[in-house]
């Protein structure tokens, strides 16, 4: 019913930028948090970055002053913008939300089917 679409991952110099974003679209009546995940190889998924459907952030100490959350509601969108990239930020990344969809009484979480992000030193 609902489905995440991301786009803006690859390859990339340390020091570079990167800007991802994800799209969700489907039978939505309300989209909750969204939030970056992301997992790198032989390591578990870790939160990266979340925005509240009203605006409040809240990001990893890795990340901080690096990356940048936001989101378009009226779009349900999400993006990530990362500077300052480094080799330790590569990773497939993940959005995730919580959404109400029409005749439900609860949300439901879904996840986007990951970006590669590579910064190489």
């Known amino acids: 019913q609902v489905q995440l679409v991301e786009s803006g991952g690859g390859l990339v110099e340390a020091g570079g930028s990167l800007r991802l974003s994800c799209a969700a679209s489907?039978?939505?009546?309300?989209?909750?948090?969204m939030d970056w995940y992301r997992q790198a190889p032989g390591k578990q998924r870790e939160l990266v970055a979340t925005?509240?459907?009203?605006?409040?952030?809240n990001y990893a100490d890795s990340v901080k002053g690096r990356f940048t959350i936001s989101r378009d509601n009226a779009k349900n969108t999400v993006y990530l913008q990362m500077n300052s990239l480094k080799p330790e930020d590569t990773a497939v990344y993940y959005c995730?939300?919580?959404?109400?969809?029409?005749?439900?009484?609860?949300?439901?979480?879904?996840w986007g089917q990951g970006t590669q992000v590579t910064v190489s030193s």
């Open positions: 489907g039978n939505i009546f309300r989209v909750n948090a």
């Open positions: 995730h939300t919580a959404v109400l969809v029409y005749g439900s009484t609860w949300p439901h979480d879904y």
């Open positions: 925005i509240t459907s009203g605006g409040s952030t």
